[in-house]
């Protein structure tokens, strides 16, 4: 099996999880904050990320599953996703995803990190991004819909240079722990050093 149908199936696998939904996204909704966990959780962890960044895939794909388990679902943490999308093909990466709506955000995401290695190294990447965007449910010309919509386009835009310029974030992945930054992925125990300390601050 080649590399790109190994991606293709992965993606599949992801998205079998949660329901098939159709169409493109309201912009209010698009450019909605993506969160995961209880908004009364009293520990917010804010994370800035770029799609083509292997960084980011191996955070998501290795470390967050343990955070989410530890700390999102217990109620602990809640985890809010920035894009800060190094070059075109991390931007119209991260357009799709949010295209795909606040419901079926985060599964497109994983879809996407998990199957990074894949797509963002294809010959003919937008081809490939399109054809995981389809598996969540968007026609052809939901994809064309989604990468032409320039209010979208300027709202992540707009993200990205206020994280750089009133933050100094300046390489992905970049994570803000209660308002500390926290540059880079970092093996689980470090997360949880820092997230254990956060808490107990709230006590």
């Given at each position: 099996m080649s590399r790109f149908i190994l991606g293709i199936a992965l993606s599949l696998l992801v998205f079998s999880a949660s329901p098939v939904l159709a169409g493109v996204a309201p912009l209010s909704e698009s450019t909605a904050e993506m969160v995961i966990g209880s908004p009364d959780a009293p520990v917010t962890m804010i994370e800035y990320a770029s799609l083509t960044c292997p960084h980011c895939a191996a955070f998501h794909t290795e470390t967050?599953?343990?955070?989410?388990?530890?700390y999102v679902d217990t109620g602990k943490v809640r985890i809010i996703y920035r894009d800060f999308p190094l070059g075109s093909l991390a931007m119209g990466a991260?357009?799709?995803?949010?295209?795909?709506g606040t419901k079926n955000y985060f599964t497109m995401l994983g879809a996407l990190f998990a199957s990074?290695?894949?797509?963002?190294?294809s010959e003919t990447p937008l081809q490939a991004l399109?054809?995981?965007?389809?598996?969540?449910?968007?026609?052809?010309d939901d994809v064309d819909s989604c990468m032409n919509d320039k209010a979208l386009f300027e709202h992540l835009k707009n993200v990205a240079n206020e994280a750089s310029n009133s933050l100094?974030?300046?390489?992905?992945?970049?994570?803000?722990?209660?308002?500390?930054?926290?540059?880079g992925n970092m093996p689980f125990e470090?997360?949880?050093?820092?997230?254990?300390k956060a808490i107990a601050k709230k006590q």
């Open positions: 967050l599953p343990k955070i989410k388990k530890a991260a357009m799709l995803a949010r295209c795909s990074q290695a894949t797509w963002a190294r399109e054809g995981i965007a389809r598996l969540s449910g968007m026609t052809v100094g974030v300046e390489s992905t992945p970049t994570f803000f722990i209660e308002g500390t930054k926290v540059p470090d997360f949880q050093d820092i997230l254990d």
